[in-house]
Protein backbone atom coordinates (compact mmCIF):
# COMPACT_ATOMS: atom_id res chain seq x y z
CA UNK A 1 0.00 0.00 0.00
CA UNK A 2 1.47 3.16 -0.64
CA UNK A 3 0.96 6.09 2.06
CA UNK A 4 0.11 8.85 -0.94
CA UNK A 5 -3.49 6.74 -1.02
CA UNK A 6 -3.75 5.21 2.07
CA UNK A 7 -7.24 6.71 3.53
CA UNK A 8 -6.93 8.40 6.44
CA UNK A 9 -4.54 11.11 7.53
CA UNK A 10 -1.92 11.40 10.52
CA UNK A 11 -2.44 14.08 13.19
CA UNK A 12 -0.01 16.02 15.11
CA UNK A 13 -2.07 16.28 18.09
CA UNK A 14 -5.45 13.97 19.52
CA UNK A 15 -8.74 16.33 19.55
CA UNK A 16 -9.28 17.55 23.08
CA UNK A 17 -12.20 15.52 23.97
CA UNK A 18 -9.57 12.23 23.66
CA UNK A 19 -8.47 11.16 27.10
CA UNK A 20 -7.07 7.60 27.32
CA UNK A 21 -3.58 6.61 24.99
CA UNK A 22 -5.46 4.21 22.69
CA UNK A 23 -7.96 6.90 21.92
CA UNK A 24 -5.40 9.55 21.50
CA UNK A 25 -2.86 7.44 19.53
CA UNK A 26 -6.12 5.22 17.35
CA UNK A 27 -7.34 9.08 16.29
CA UNK A 28 -3.64 10.75 15.49
CA UNK A 29 -2.48 7.41 13.95
CA UNK A 30 -5.69 7.77 11.35
CA UNK A 31 -7.23 4.52 12.06
CA UNK A 32 -10.53 4.94 13.71
CA UNK A 33 -13.06 8.18 13.29
CA UNK A 34 -15.78 9.28 15.71
CA UNK A 35 -19.28 9.15 14.08
CA UNK A 36 -21.05 9.84 17.35
CA UNK A 37 -20.68 9.42 20.98
CA UNK A 38 -19.96 6.03 21.11
CA UNK A 39 -20.05 5.20 17.33
CA UNK A 40 -17.07 4.70 15.42
CA UNK A 41 -15.75 4.19 12.26
CA UNK A 42 -12.72 2.00 11.66
CA UNK A 43 -10.57 3.36 8.62
CA UNK A 44 -8.24 1.23 6.24
CA UNK A 45 -5.56 0.80 8.95
CA UNK A 46 -7.80 0.53 12.03
CA UNK A 47 -9.54 -1.95 10.01
CA UNK A 48 -6.42 -4.33 8.89
CA UNK A 49 -5.86 -4.62 12.68
CA UNK A 50 -9.19 -5.81 13.60
CA UNK A 51 -9.66 -8.07 10.83
CA UNK A 52 -6.19 -9.86 12.19
CA UNK A 53 -7.79 -9.81 15.80
CA UNK A 54 -11.08 -11.65 14.36
CA UNK A 55 -8.71 -14.40 12.56
CA UNK A 56 -6.95 -15.55 15.79
CA UNK A 57 -10.16 -15.66 17.36
CA UNK A 58 -11.56 -17.42 14.61
CA UNK A 59 -8.61 -20.04 14.55
CA UNK A 60 -8.95 -20.31 18.76
CA UNK A 61 -12.45 -20.83 18.34
CA UNK A 62 -12.40 -23.23 15.16
CA UNK A 63 -9.53 -25.20 17.45
CA UNK A 64 -11.83 -25.27 20.59
CA UNK A 65 -14.16 -27.11 18.46
CA UNK A 66 -16.13 -24.45 17.86
CA UNK A 67 -18.66 -23.93 14.52
CA UNK A 68 -19.01 -20.38 13.28
CA UNK A 69 -22.53 -18.85 12.57
CA UNK A 70 -24.38 -15.87 11.95
CA UNK A 71 -27.49 -14.75 13.93
CA UNK A 72 -29.85 -11.88 13.21
CA UNK A 73 -28.93 -8.15 14.60
CA UNK A 74 -32.91 -7.66 14.79
CA UNK A 75 -34.57 -9.99 17.54
CA UNK A 76 -37.88 -10.10 18.92
CA UNK A 77 -38.98 -8.79 21.47
CA UNK A 78 -40.77 -11.67 22.91
CA UNK A 79 -37.80 -13.69 23.14
CA UNK A 80 -36.52 -10.96 25.78
CA UNK A 81 -39.67 -11.03 27.33
CA UNK A 82 -39.67 -15.23 27.45
CA UNK A 83 -36.30 -14.70 29.20
CA UNK A 84 -37.40 -12.15 31.56
CA UNK A 85 -34.24 -10.23 30.59
CA UNK A 86 -35.31 -6.92 29.39
CA UNK A 87 -35.83 -6.09 33.10
CA UNK A 88 -31.78 -6.60 34.00
CA UNK A 89 -30.48 -4.80 30.32
CA UNK A 90 -33.01 -2.12 31.02
CA UNK A 91 -32.39 1.15 29.46
CA UNK A 92 -28.98 -0.25 27.91
CA UNK A 93 -31.36 -2.21 25.64
CA UNK A 94 -31.81 -0.24 21.82
CA UNK A 95 -35.63 -0.95 20.58
CA UNK A 96 -37.38 -0.05 17.70
CA UNK A 97 -41.12 -0.64 16.48
CA UNK A 98 -41.41 -1.69 12.84
CA UNK A 99 -44.74 -0.36 10.27
CA UNK A 100 -46.69 -3.46 11.60
CA UNK A 101 -46.27 -1.96 15.00
CA UNK A 102 -44.06 -4.79 16.37
CA UNK A 103 -41.10 -4.47 18.61
CA UNK A 104 -37.97 -4.89 18.05
CA UNK A 105 -34.43 -5.85 19.83
CA UNK A 106 -31.17 -4.41 18.44
CA UNK A 107 -29.05 -7.34 19.88
CA UNK A 108 -26.84 -6.38 22.98
CA UNK A 109 -26.32 -10.18 23.17
CA UNK A 110 -27.57 -13.28 21.56
CA UNK A 111 -28.46 -16.24 24.51
CA UNK A 112 -32.30 -15.69 23.60
CA UNK A 113 -31.58 -16.24 20.09
CA UNK A 114 -29.39 -19.47 20.32
CA UNK A 115 -31.55 -20.30 22.73
CA UNK A 116 -34.53 -20.20 20.62
CA UNK A 117 -32.26 -21.99 17.79
CA UNK A 118 -31.40 -24.99 20.14
CA UNK A 119 -34.85 -25.37 20.96
CA UNK A 120 -36.13 -26.35 17.45
CA UNK A 121 -32.28 -28.34 16.45
CA UNK A 122 -31.42 -29.72 19.73
CA UNK A 123 -33.05 -33.73 19.99
CA UNK A 124 -30.92 -35.80 21.98
CA UNK A 125 -27.88 -35.88 23.81
CA UNK A 126 -26.32 -37.02 21.10
CA UNK A 127 -26.29 -33.62 19.78
CA UNK A 128 -24.32 -32.24 22.86
CA UNK A 129 -21.50 -30.82 23.45
CA UNK A 130 -22.31 -28.03 21.11
CA UNK A 131 -20.25 -25.13 21.17
CA UNK A 132 -21.19 -22.47 18.40
CA UNK A 133 -20.42 -18.80 17.78
CA UNK A 134 -20.39 -15.73 15.49
CA UNK A 135 -18.50 -12.59 15.25
CA UNK A 136 -21.36 -9.98 14.81
CA UNK A 137 -22.27 -6.12 15.65
CA UNK A 138 -23.70 -5.46 19.00
CA UNK A 139 -25.98 -2.15 20.69
CA UNK A 140 -26.07 -0.72 23.76
CA UNK A 141 -27.10 2.15 25.31
CA UNK A 142 -24.51 3.46 27.67
CA UNK A 143 -25.24 6.03 29.32
CA UNK A 144 -21.48 7.12 29.24
CA UNK A 145 -19.22 6.14 26.27
CA UNK A 146 -15.56 7.26 26.99
CA UNK A 147 -11.90 6.31 26.39
CA UNK A 148 -12.69 5.92 22.12
CA UNK A 149 -13.31 2.03 21.86
CA UNK A 150 -13.00 0.98 25.45
CA UNK A 151 -16.95 1.78 25.95
CA UNK A 152 -18.89 2.63 23.05
CA UNK A 153 -22.82 2.11 22.08
CA UNK A 154 -21.67 -0.38 18.98
CA UNK A 155 -19.20 -2.80 18.73
CA UNK A 156 -18.14 -6.27 16.88
CA UNK A 157 -17.91 -9.00 19.59
CA UNK A 158 -17.45 -12.41 19.35
CA UNK A 159 -19.70 -14.72 21.11
CA UNK A 160 -19.66 -18.13 21.72
CA UNK A 161 -22.42 -20.21 23.70
CA UNK A 162 -21.81 -23.79 24.60
CA UNK A 163 -24.55 -26.20 25.11
CA UNK A 164 -24.23 -29.46 27.33
CA UNK A 165 -25.60 -32.46 28.94
CA UNK A 166 -24.57 -32.04 32.79
CA UNK A 167 -22.82 -29.14 34.79
CA UNK A 168 -19.30 -31.84 34.56
CA UNK A 169 -19.63 -30.93 30.43
CA UNK A 170 -20.10 -27.14 31.70
CA UNK A 171 -16.86 -27.33 33.45
CA UNK A 172 -15.22 -28.89 30.35
CA UNK A 173 -16.54 -26.21 27.54
CA UNK A 174 -15.52 -23.41 30.36
CA UNK A 175 -12.24 -24.89 30.73
CA UNK A 176 -11.54 -24.93 27.24
CA UNK A 177 -12.41 -21.86 26.11
CA UNK A 178 -10.25 -20.39 28.79
CA UNK A 179 -7.69 -21.88 27.18
CA UNK A 180 -8.56 -20.62 23.93
CA UNK A 181 -8.89 -17.02 25.59
CA UNK A 182 -5.56 -17.50 26.97
CA UNK A 183 -4.64 -18.39 23.66
CA UNK A 184 -5.77 -15.00 21.82
CA UNK A 185 -4.37 -13.02 24.05
CA UNK A 186 -0.84 -14.12 23.87
CA UNK A 187 -1.10 -14.37 20.22
CA UNK A 188 -2.16 -10.59 20.03
CA UNK A 189 0.52 -9.62 22.18
CA UNK A 190 -0.92 -9.72 25.39
CA UNK A 191 -0.67 -9.75 29.16
CA UNK A 192 -3.92 -10.62 30.82
CA UNK A 193 -5.18 -11.66 34.28
CA UNK A 194 -8.40 -14.08 35.28
CA UNK A 195 -10.04 -12.66 37.81
CA UNK A 196 -13.31 -13.53 39.37
CA UNK A 197 -16.71 -11.48 38.37
CA UNK A 198 -20.12 -10.54 38.66
CA UNK A 199 -22.66 -11.78 36.24
CA UNK A 200 -23.97 -8.68 35.64
CA UNK A 201 -27.20 -8.81 33.37
CA UNK A 202 -26.09 -11.68 31.67
CA UNK A 203 -26.89 -14.06 34.57
CA UNK A 204 -25.66 -17.31 35.64
CA UNK A 205 -23.67 -18.44 38.56
CA UNK A 206 -20.13 -17.87 38.17
CA UNK A 207 -18.49 -16.30 35.65
CA UNK A 208 -14.58 -14.53 34.77
CA UNK A 209 -13.02 -11.68 33.91
CA UNK A 210 -9.73 -11.48 31.64
CA UNK A 211 -7.94 -8.30 32.47
CA UNK A 212 -5.11 -5.99 31.10
CA UNK A 213 -3.71 -3.99 33.64
CA UNK A 214 -4.33 -0.60 32.96
CA UNK A 215 -4.11 2.87 34.60
CA UNK A 216 -6.72 4.00 32.33
CA UNK A 217 -8.90 0.95 32.68
CA UNK A 218 -12.58 1.48 34.22
CA UNK A 219 -12.79 -1.32 36.13
CA UNK A 220 -10.64 -1.94 39.79
CA UNK A 221 -9.22 -5.49 40.38
CA UNK A 222 -7.78 -7.11 43.78
CA UNK A 223 -5.82 -9.32 44.33
CA UNK A 224 -3.80 -11.59 46.52
CA UNK A 225 0.02 -11.46 45.90
CA UNK A 226 0.39 -14.49 48.15
CA UNK A 227 -2.02 -16.94 47.25
CA UNK A 228 -3.09 -15.01 43.94
CA UNK A 229 -6.72 -14.68 44.48
CA UNK A 230 -7.81 -12.20 42.11
CA UNK A 231 -11.60 -10.74 42.00
CA UNK A 232 -13.11 -7.73 40.00
CA UNK A 233 -14.03 -4.96 42.97
CA UNK A 234 -17.45 -5.68 42.03
CA UNK A 235 -17.26 -9.47 43.34
CA UNK A 236 -14.38 -9.44 45.47
CA UNK A 237 -14.66 -10.35 48.95
CA UNK A 238 -12.30 -9.73 51.95
CA UNK A 239 -11.63 -11.62 55.31
CA UNK A 240 -13.80 -8.57 57.68
CA UNK A 241 -12.36 -8.39 61.23
CA UNK A 242 -14.02 -9.02 64.24
CA UNK A 243 -14.52 -5.60 66.60
CA UNK A 244 -13.60 -6.06 70.30
CA UNK A 245 -15.98 -4.13 72.13
CA UNK A 246 -14.07 -1.10 73.80
CA UNK A 247 -16.86 -0.69 76.40
CA UNK A 248 -17.09 -2.39 79.70
CA UNK A 249 -19.20 -1.72 82.94
CA UNK A 250 -16.48 -1.97 84.77
CA UNK A 251 -13.08 -1.65 83.49
CA UNK A 252 -10.40 -4.66 83.34
CA UNK A 253 -13.21 -7.10 83.72
CA UNK A 254 -12.68 -8.07 80.47
CA UNK A 255 -16.50 -7.89 79.05
CA UNK A 256 -15.33 -8.02 75.56
CA UNK A 257 -18.45 -10.38 74.00
CA UNK A 258 -20.76 -9.13 76.84
CA UNK A 259 -23.56 -7.56 75.26
CA UNK A 260 -24.29 -4.29 77.21
CA UNK A 261 -27.67 -2.03 77.89
CA UNK A 262 -28.97 0.23 75.47
CA UNK A 263 -28.14 3.88 76.19
CA UNK A 264 -29.57 6.88 74.42
CA UNK A 265 -26.97 9.79 74.08
CA UNK A 266 -26.82 13.11 73.44
CA UNK A 267 -24.62 14.16 70.26
CA UNK A 268 -25.56 17.18 69.39
CA UNK A 269 -24.91 18.49 65.48
CA UNK A 270 -23.17 15.15 65.34
CA UNK A 271 -24.30 13.68 62.14
CA UNK A 272 -21.36 11.45 60.07
CA UNK A 273 -19.54 8.72 61.20
CA UNK A 274 -16.49 10.72 61.61
CA UNK A 275 -18.17 13.48 63.96
CA UNK A 276 -19.57 10.79 66.12
CA UNK A 277 -16.66 8.36 66.37
CA UNK A 278 -14.64 11.36 67.08
CA UNK A 279 -17.13 13.01 69.63
CA UNK A 280 -17.68 9.78 71.44
CA UNK A 281 -13.82 8.98 71.24
CA UNK A 282 -14.68 5.57 69.28
CA UNK A 283 -13.23 3.92 66.36
CA UNK A 284 -15.63 3.98 63.12
CA UNK A 285 -15.66 0.05 62.91
CA UNK A 286 -17.43 0.39 66.86
CA UNK A 287 -20.18 2.07 64.63
CA UNK A 288 -23.28 1.18 62.43
CA UNK A 289 -23.45 3.61 59.25
CA UNK A 290 -26.96 3.99 57.70
CA UNK A 291 -27.08 4.76 53.87
CA UNK A 292 -30.06 5.25 51.83
CA UNK A 293 -30.86 4.40 48.47
CA UNK A 294 -34.01 4.05 45.56
CA UNK A 295 -33.94 0.02 44.26
CA UNK A 296 -36.20 0.03 41.43
CA UNK A 297 -38.61 3.33 42.98
CA UNK A 298 -38.51 2.12 46.55
CA UNK A 299 -36.70 3.44 49.67
CA UNK A 300 -33.86 1.09 50.59
CA UNK A 301 -32.27 1.01 53.99
CA UNK A 302 -28.74 -0.01 54.38
CA UNK A 303 -26.97 -0.56 57.24
CA UNK A 304 -23.34 -1.15 57.61
CA UNK A 305 -20.02 -1.10 60.07
CA UNK A 306 -18.87 2.32 60.08
CA UNK A 307 -15.44 1.88 58.75
CA UNK A 308 -16.52 -0.41 55.92
CA UNK A 309 -18.13 1.54 52.26
CA UNK A 310 -21.11 -0.53 50.27
CA UNK A 311 -20.78 -2.02 47.06
CA UNK A 312 -23.41 -0.85 44.98
CA UNK A 313 -22.91 -4.17 42.82
CA UNK A 314 -23.78 -6.63 45.48
CA UNK A 315 -26.32 -4.53 47.23
CA UNK A 316 -28.37 -4.69 43.20
CA UNK A 317 -27.36 -8.44 43.34
CA UNK A 318 -28.95 -8.75 46.55
CA UNK A 319 -31.97 -7.11 46.11
CA UNK A 320 -32.42 -8.40 42.36
CA UNK A 321 -33.24 -5.32 40.93
CA UNK A 322 -32.90 -3.32 37.99
CA UNK A 323 -32.23 0.32 39.09
CA UNK A 324 -30.54 1.39 41.86
CA UNK A 325 -29.32 4.89 42.89
CA UNK A 326 -28.37 6.81 46.25
CA UNK A 327 -31.70 8.73 48.24
CA UNK A 328 -31.48 12.68 48.21
CA UNK A 329 -32.27 13.93 51.52
CA UNK A 330 -35.67 14.99 50.76
CA UNK A 331 -36.60 11.32 49.55
CA UNK A 332 -35.31 9.96 52.90
CA UNK A 333 -37.07 12.83 55.02
CA UNK A 334 -40.66 12.56 53.95
CA UNK A 335 -40.65 8.81 55.07
CA UNK A 336 -39.81 10.66 58.84
CA UNK A 337 -36.52 9.20 59.13
CA UNK A 338 -34.00 11.53 60.51
CA UNK A 339 -31.07 12.17 58.36
CA UNK A 340 -27.78 11.87 59.86
CA UNK A 341 -29.59 10.42 63.30
CA UNK A 342 -30.58 7.38 61.34
CA UNK A 343 -31.09 4.23 62.89
CA UNK A 344 -32.71 0.93 62.03
CA UNK A 345 -33.45 0.10 65.76
CA UNK A 346 -37.79 1.23 65.46
CA UNK A 347 -37.94 1.50 61.91
CA UNK A 348 -41.20 0.25 60.36
CA UNK A 349 -42.07 0.46 56.90
CA UNK A 350 -39.35 0.46 55.45
CA UNK A 351 -37.11 -2.38 53.31
CA UNK A 352 -33.60 -2.73 55.74
CA UNK A 353 -30.60 -4.63 54.03
CA UNK A 354 -27.75 -5.00 56.48
CA UNK A 355 -24.26 -6.39 55.91
CA UNK A 356 -22.65 -9.11 57.56
CA UNK A 357 -20.66 -7.19 59.47
CA UNK A 358 -23.39 -5.83 61.98
CA UNK A 359 -22.46 -9.51 63.37
CA UNK A 360 -19.09 -9.51 63.14
CA UNK A 361 -18.88 -7.15 66.68
CA UNK A 362 -21.30 -5.51 69.33
CA UNK A 363 -22.26 -2.66 71.12
CA UNK A 364 -22.29 -0.63 68.58
CA UNK A 365 -23.05 3.27 68.25
CA UNK A 366 -26.24 4.15 66.46
CA UNK A 367 -28.28 6.97 65.78
CA UNK A 368 -31.63 7.17 67.81
CA UNK A 369 -33.58 8.06 65.60
CA UNK A 370 -34.40 12.21 66.39
CA UNK A 371 -31.87 14.87 66.45
CA UNK A 372 -29.53 15.21 68.29
CA UNK A 373 -28.88 11.48 69.81
CA UNK A 374 -27.34 8.21 69.26
CA UNK A 375 -27.94 5.16 70.77
CA UNK A 376 -24.95 3.16 72.72
CA UNK A 377 -24.41 -0.33 72.58
CA UNK A 378 -26.36 -1.79 70.12
CA UNK A 379 -26.74 -5.31 69.36
CA UNK A 380 -28.22 -7.64 66.49
CA UNK A 381 -30.43 -9.22 66.67
CA UNK A 382 -31.44 -8.18 70.04
CA UNK A 383 -32.26 -4.23 69.22
CA UNK A 384 -33.57 -4.37 65.69
CA UNK A 385 -34.54 -6.68 62.89
CA UNK A 386 -33.42 -6.56 59.20
CA UNK A 387 -35.28 -7.99 56.20
CA UNK A 388 -31.53 -9.29 54.63
CA UNK A 389 -27.93 -9.91 55.64
CA UNK A 390 -25.88 -10.54 52.91
CA UNK A 391 -22.04 -9.40 52.16
CA UNK A 392 -22.90 -6.08 50.33
CA UNK A 393 -18.91 -4.79 51.38
CA UNK A 394 -16.47 -2.89 49.03
CA UNK A 395 -12.98 -4.63 49.27
CA UNK A 396 -10.31 -2.37 48.93
CA UNK A 397 -6.58 -2.25 48.88
CA UNK A 398 -5.10 -3.88 51.71
CA UNK A 399 -7.84 -5.75 53.27
CA UNK A 400 -7.43 -9.30 54.19
CA UNK A 401 -7.54 -11.68 51.35
CA UNK A 402 -11.00 -14.01 51.93
CA UNK A 403 -8.09 -17.15 50.96
CA UNK A 404 -5.50 -16.67 52.88
CA UNK A 405 -5.70 -13.49 55.35
CA UNK A 406 -2.73 -11.99 53.54
CA UNK A 407 -3.20 -8.11 52.57
CA UNK A 408 -4.88 -7.83 49.23
CA UNK A 409 -3.35 -5.53 46.55
CA UNK A 410 -5.61 -3.49 43.90
CA UNK A 411 -4.74 -2.23 40.58
CA UNK A 412 -7.02 -0.41 37.51
CA UNK A 413 -7.39 -2.62 34.89
CA UNK A 414 -9.23 -3.11 30.68
CA UNK A 415 -11.69 -6.06 30.65
CA UNK A 416 -11.08 -7.41 27.09
CA UNK A 417 -13.32 -10.80 27.88
CA UNK A 418 -15.87 -12.27 29.65
CA UNK A 419 -16.98 -15.77 29.93
CA UNK A 420 -20.15 -17.09 31.82
CA UNK A 421 -21.74 -20.20 33.52
CA UNK A 422 -25.14 -19.75 32.69
CA UNK A 423 -26.82 -22.81 33.45
CA UNK A 424 -30.37 -23.79 32.47
CA UNK A 425 -32.02 -20.42 33.79
CA UNK A 426 -32.65 -19.60 30.19
CA UNK A 427 -32.51 -22.89 28.13
CA UNK A 428 -35.55 -23.40 30.19
CA UNK A 429 -37.73 -20.40 29.45
CA UNK A 430 -36.57 -20.80 25.96
CA UNK A 431 -37.44 -24.45 25.89
CA UNK A 432 -33.71 -25.39 24.82
CA UNK A 433 -34.60 -29.17 25.81
CA UNK A 434 -33.15 -32.67 24.79
CA UNK A 435 -33.76 -36.48 25.43
CA UNK A 436 -31.41 -37.87 27.82
CA UNK A 437 -30.39 -41.57 27.67
CA UNK A 438 -33.57 -42.71 29.92
CA UNK A 439 -35.85 -40.61 27.52
CA UNK A 440 -36.45 -37.75 29.39
CA UNK A 441 -36.89 -33.72 28.35
CA UNK A 442 -34.14 -31.97 29.98
CA UNK A 443 -32.50 -27.91 29.69
CA UNK A 444 -29.36 -27.24 28.18
CA UNK A 445 -26.81 -26.76 30.67
CA UNK A 446 -25.70 -23.35 29.05
CA UNK A 447 -22.44 -21.52 29.27
CA UNK A 448 -21.55 -18.27 27.01
CA UNK A 449 -18.50 -16.58 26.20
CA UNK A 450 -17.56 -12.91 24.74
CA UNK A 451 -14.86 -11.13 23.39
CA UNK A 452 -14.96 -7.23 22.91
CA UNK A 453 -12.70 -7.17 19.46
CA UNK A 454 -12.49 -3.13 19.39
CA UNK A 455 -11.69 -3.29 23.09
CA UNK A 456 -9.13 -5.58 22.46
CA UNK A 457 -7.85 -3.59 20.19
CA UNK A 458 -7.71 -0.45 22.25
CA UNK A 459 -6.25 -2.52 25.21
CA UNK A 460 -3.31 -3.74 22.73
CA UNK A 461 -2.66 -0.15 22.29
CA UNK A 462 -2.71 0.59 25.94
CA UNK A 463 -0.39 -2.08 26.54
CA UNK A 464 1.37 -1.40 24.03
CA UNK A 465 3.19 2.15 23.19
CA UNK A 466 5.60 5.23 24.18
CA UNK A 467 5.55 8.65 24.04
CA UNK A 468 5.81 8.27 20.14
CA UNK A 469 3.14 6.68 19.24
CA UNK A 470 1.77 2.73 18.77
CA UNK A 471 3.71 -0.52 18.92
CA UNK A 472 1.92 -2.70 17.12
CA UNK A 473 2.95 -6.58 17.99
CA UNK A 474 3.85 -8.27 14.72
CA UNK A 475 0.83 -10.62 14.67
CA UNK A 476 -1.96 -7.89 14.79
CA UNK A 477 -0.30 -4.68 12.95
CA UNK A 478 -1.63 -3.45 9.98
CA UNK A 479 1.55 -3.56 8.36
CA UNK A 480 4.20 -5.67 8.62
CA UNK A 481 7.12 -3.48 7.46
CA UNK A 482 7.08 0.48 6.81
CA UNK A 483 9.08 1.17 3.63
CA UNK A 484 10.58 4.89 3.87
CA UNK A 485 11.78 6.79 1.19
CA UNK A 486 14.12 9.71 1.56
CA UNK A 487 15.01 12.36 -1.15
CA UNK A 488 12.32 11.65 -3.45
CA UNK A 489 13.75 13.75 -5.78
CA UNK A 490 16.70 11.50 -6.55
CA UNK A 491 15.58 9.17 -8.89
CA UNK A 492 18.27 6.57 -8.39
CA UNK A 493 16.76 5.92 -5.14
CA UNK A 494 13.03 6.32 -6.18
CA UNK A 495 13.37 3.79 -8.74
CA UNK A 496 15.82 1.56 -6.02
CA UNK A 497 12.64 2.08 -3.90
CA UNK A 498 9.87 1.21 -6.38
CA UNK A 499 11.91 -2.31 -6.93
CA UNK A 500 12.27 -2.63 -2.87
CA UNK A 501 8.28 -1.98 -3.01
CA UNK A 502 6.90 -4.42 -5.78
CA UNK A 503 9.60 -7.29 -4.41
CA UNK A 504 8.19 -7.57 -0.77
CA UNK A 505 4.96 -7.25 -2.05
CA UNK A 506 5.30 -10.06 -4.39
CA UNK A 507 7.02 -12.41 -1.82
CA UNK A 508 3.81 -11.62 0.30
CA UNK A 509 5.07 -8.84 2.88
CA UNK A 510 2.97 -6.65 4.12
CA UNK A 511 4.33 -3.60 3.32
CA UNK A 512 2.98 0.35 3.41
CA UNK A 513 5.20 2.47 1.25
CA UNK A 514 5.80 6.01 2.55
CA UNK A 515 6.20 7.88 -1.04
CA UNK A 516 4.87 11.06 0.02
CA UNK A 517 6.95 13.97 -0.31
CA UNK A 518 7.28 15.18 3.14
CA UNK A 519 11.01 15.58 5.04
CA UNK A 520 12.41 12.83 7.23
CA UNK A 521 11.61 14.24 9.91
CA UNK A 522 7.78 14.14 9.27
CA UNK A 523 7.91 10.19 7.65
CA UNK A 524 10.20 8.77 10.65
CA UNK A 525 7.60 10.70 13.58
CA UNK A 526 4.47 9.06 11.19
CA UNK A 527 6.40 5.64 11.49
CA UNK A 528 6.96 5.70 14.97
CA UNK A 529 3.07 7.09 15.56
CA UNK A 530 1.82 4.27 13.06
CA UNK A 531 3.95 2.04 15.13
CA UNK A 532 4.85 -0.99 12.16
CA UNK A 533 7.35 -3.40 13.57
CA UNK A 534 9.39 -3.41 11.09
CA UNK A 535 10.98 0.12 9.07
CA UNK A 536 13.15 0.11 6.18
CA UNK A 537 14.75 3.56 5.65
CA UNK A 538 16.25 3.70 1.73
CA UNK A 539 18.22 6.86 1.13
CA UNK A 540 21.08 7.79 -1.00
CA UNK A 541 23.46 6.98 1.77
CA UNK A 542 22.42 3.23 1.82
CA UNK A 543 21.87 2.93 -1.54
CA UNK A 544 25.67 3.93 -2.37
CA UNK A 545 26.26 0.51 -0.23
CA UNK A 546 23.32 -1.14 -2.25
CA UNK A 547 21.29 -1.74 1.27
CA UNK A 548 18.44 -0.52 3.39
CA UNK A 549 18.33 0.00 6.73
CA UNK A 550 16.16 -1.98 8.95
CA UNK A 551 14.97 -0.94 12.57
CA UNK A 552 12.46 -2.83 14.55
CA UNK A 553 9.76 -0.09 16.24
CA UNK A 554 11.15 -1.67 19.54
CA UNK A 555 14.78 -1.17 19.45
CA UNK A 556 17.47 1.69 19.12
CA UNK A 557 19.66 -0.55 16.67
CA UNK A 558 19.51 -0.62 13.41
CA UNK A 559 21.06 -2.80 10.64
CA UNK A 560 21.70 -2.87 7.54
CA UNK A 561 20.34 -5.33 4.70
CA UNK A 562 21.30 -6.23 1.39
CA UNK A 563 18.77 -5.17 -1.51
CA UNK A 564 19.68 -7.98 -3.66
CA UNK A 565 17.04 -10.59 -2.59
CA UNK A 566 15.68 -7.80 0.23
CA UNK A 567 12.48 -10.11 0.15
CA UNK A 568 14.41 -13.06 1.77
CA UNK A 569 16.11 -10.99 4.30
CA UNK A 570 13.11 -9.66 5.73
CA UNK A 571 11.18 -12.43 5.63
CA UNK A 572 13.60 -13.99 7.69
CA UNK A 573 13.49 -11.25 10.04
CA UNK A 574 9.96 -11.06 10.52
CA UNK A 575 9.88 -15.30 11.29
CA UNK A 576 12.24 -14.84 13.70
CA UNK A 577 10.97 -12.27 15.50
CA UNK A 578 7.25 -13.93 15.08
CA UNK A 579 8.78 -17.02 16.49
CA UNK A 580 10.84 -14.85 19.65
Known sequence: MRFSKLFGKTLREAPAEAESASHQLLLRAGMIAQVAAGVYSYLPSGWRVLRKIENIIREEMDNAGGQELMLPVLQPFELWQQSGRYVSFGQTMFTLTDRKEHKLVLGPTHEEVIAELAHHYLQSYRDLPLLVYQIQTKFRDEPRPRGGLLRVREFIMKDLYSF???????????????????????????????????????????????????????????????????ANVEKAQFAKAVIAV?????????????????????????????????????????TLKAVFYIADGKLI????????????????????????????????????????????????????????????GSNFITGANKPGYHFKNANYPRDFEVDITADITLAHHGDSCPKCGSNLSSTRGIEVGHIFKLGTFISEKLGASFLDQTGAYRPAVMGCYGIGLGRLLAAIVEQNHDDKGIIWPLAVAPYQAYLCLLHLDNPEVASAAEKAYHDLENAGIEVLFDDRDESPGVKFNDAD?????????????????????????????????PLENLAAEVNKLLRERLAS
Open 529 to 561: LLGIPLRLTLSPRTLKNQSIEAKWRTEKETQLL
Open 246 to 286: SQSPEPGEGAAKQSLPLEEIATPEQKTIEEVASFLGVPPEQ
Open 164 to 230: DVDEAGLDESYRKMSQAYQNIYARCGLSTSIVEADSGAIGGKESHEFMVISETGEDEMVFCPHCGYS
Open 301 to 360: FVVIRGDLEVNETKLRNTLKCTELRLATEDEVQQTGIVVGFASPIGIKGTKVIADDSITM
